[in-house]
């Protein structure tokens, strides 16, 4: 049996689950709604309060698909009652961000400034002008904003300049030594 699969999953208060033939979930809560289809055969059901799922049999397949059907169920109740976050930190001189409207403006370096539109669904918020809170309900938006963001200007590997996770740590690489010094 599946470790996390097998665990249920509790609904706080103000969470409302609608399940539709097929497998369809949706998830309704204080900051908004979310909806994914899940594999057919998976059962998912409620039952005083929690969320449960099971697997119609223990083929390599399903033992696969139990944890992950689990696991991104919590996400999306997690998600539409407290919703993700994932911070980003700006490193570099002259480097910052500006917000415009639904446009992100990072000067990173380059020769022009790099305007990235912000997806619906997701927040922005800057602390300072070298620290951006990417915020939204869906996990996986707010993982993929954070990632296109990070990829205008990855962390150097010799000084550690560019756009980086708060939490990532950089291993920087020696700079080239004195060649031929006695």
Same mark, same amino acid.
């Given at each position: 049996m599946s470790r996390i699969g097998k665990l249920p999953i509790d609904l706080p208060q103000g969470v409302?689950?609608?399940?539709e033939p097929g497998n369809l979930v949706t998830v309704k809560g204080p900051k908004?709604?979310?909806?994914?289809?899940?594999?057919?055969?998976?059962?998912i059901k409620i039952e005083d309060n929690k969320i449960i799922v099971n697997r119609?049999?223990?083929?390599?397949?399903?033992?696969a698909l139990h944890g992950t059907t689990r696991a991104v169920l919590a996400n999306m109740v997690h998600g539409v009652t407290k919703g993700w976050q994932v911070t980003l930190e700006i490193k570099g001189i002259g480097y910052r961000a500006k917000k415009k409207g639904n446009v992100?403006? /990072?000067n990173v370096g380059y020769s022009h400034p790099?305007?990235?539109?912000?997806?619906?669904?997701?927040?922005?918020?800057?602390?300072?002008?070298?620290?951006?809170?990417?915020k939204g309900i869906d996990k996986q938006k707010v993982g993929q904003v954070a990632a296109?963001?990070?990829a205008i200007r990855p962390p150097d590997p010799y000084k550690g300049?560019?756009?980086?996770?708060?939490?990532?740590?950089?291993? /920087?690489?020696?700079?080239?030594?004195?060649a031929g010094k006695k």
């Open positions: 409302e689950v609608k399940i908004g709604s979310l909806s994914f289809k899940f594999h057919p055969k998976m059962e119609p049999s223990d083929e390599k397949f399903f033992k992100l403006e /990072l790099v305007e990235y539109k912000i997806p619906e669904g997701i927040d922005i918020e800057l602390e300072g002008d070298t620290i951006i809170h990417v296109e963001i990070r300049k560019g756009i980086k996770y708060k939490d990532e740590v950089l291993k /920087l690489k020696p700079g080239k030594a004195a």
